[in-house]
């Protein structure tokens, strides 16, 4: 299976903060990798595909860059609504896999 | 409004099987891929197996084969995933997602049903 980390684990953040998430896999999965945030006690939300693709209805303030196997999810300016889990996932090999998460909370 | 709406929460015993229901409505199911994914208690999110229309076939994750179906009724545009053998560490909130975008990018989510499985 491909395996996916994140990093950080966990972040604290303010409102207007520029934060940037990192995803590695541990082969090379081109540009199939997408990006969800969660909330508590809510389902996942698609932000991100195919490494770079806005999901139509986000807020420009999300972007996603990489290709191979390291890729980065960008926050440009925090907002209060952004508190929560992001979860990177490859769509390359099966079986699809994600990885741990990257919780960001309120500094 | 497109959504899906998933079946409600179960309490089952170990060795018990289990059926989860996703209804889709606004779209028509054979349009779209279709997933199970699963998420245990403050852990991460696990992909169970789905069906992409470019593979044609139902996939199952390897860790479930054996254990898992998922079928599907076109005419009421639903699917379901029954999990058999049930353990204690598949206590967890299921969830049915759905795909327009690209192979295996799960666009749509139901609200998840929590499963609990006691001995």
């Known amino acids: 299976d491909i395996q996916m980390t994140q990093s950080p684990s966990s972040l604290s953040a303010s409102v207007g903060d520029r934060v940037t998430i990192t995803c590695r896999a541990s082969?090379?999965?081109?540009?199939?990798l997408n990006w969800y945030q969660q909330k508590p006690g809510k389902a996942p939300n698609l932000l991100i595909y195919?490494?770079?693709t806005l999901q139509s209805g986000v807020p420009s303030r999300f972007s996603g860059s990489g290709s191979g196997t390291d890729f980065t999810l960008t926050i440009s300016s925090l907002q209060p609504e952004d508190f929560a889990t992001y979860y990177c996932q490859q769509s390359h090999t099966l079986p699809f896999t994600f990885g741990p998460g990257t919780k960001v909370d309120i500094k | 409004q497109v959504q899906l709406v998933q079946s409600g929460a179960e309490v089952k015993k170990s060795g018990a099987s289990v059926k989860v229901s996703c209804k889709l409505s606004g779209y028509t199911l054979s349009a779209l891929s279709r997933h199970w994914l699963r998420q245990a208690p403050g852990k991460g999110l696990e992909w169970m197996g789905g069906?992409?229309?470019?593979?044609?076939?139902?996939i199952y994750a390897e860790k479930f084969q054996g254990r898992v179906t998922m079928t599907e009724d076109t005419s009421t545009d639903t699917f379901y995933m029954e999990l058999s053998s049930l353990k204690s560490e598949d206590t967890a909130v299921y969830y049915c997602a759905t795909g327009r975008t690209t192979y295996a990018t799960f666009d749509m989510w139901g609200q998840g049903t929590l499963v609990t499985v006691s001995s």
């Open positions: 082969l090379n999965i081109i540009t199939y």
């Open positions: 195919a490494a770079s």
């Open positions: 069906f992409e229309p470019e593979d044609g076939q139902m």
